[in-house]
């Protein structure tokens, strides 16, 4: 993986519930809200990779919404 230069903020939307949940996990392995969630979607990205493989087989690769 290369390591990328720029980043993209996005939009979120979260139960109160889910954001508590979220800011508990975050303290309590010392790292921030942010680095959390990039860190959850890096797993979770990184467990289904033959997805990622059919949608780029499917629609080309690139950065795609």
Known sequence: ???ELKS???LILLTPSMKDNLHKLAYMNHMSLGALVRQLIE???AEHPELIA???RIFGKGDKQ
Do not use: G, P, W
Request: glycine share 0%; aromatic share 16%.
């Open 1 to 3: 993986m290369t390591k």
């Open 8 to 10: 993209v903020q996005t």
């Open 43 to 45: 797993n979770y990205a």
């Open 54 to 56: 059919e949608y780029d």
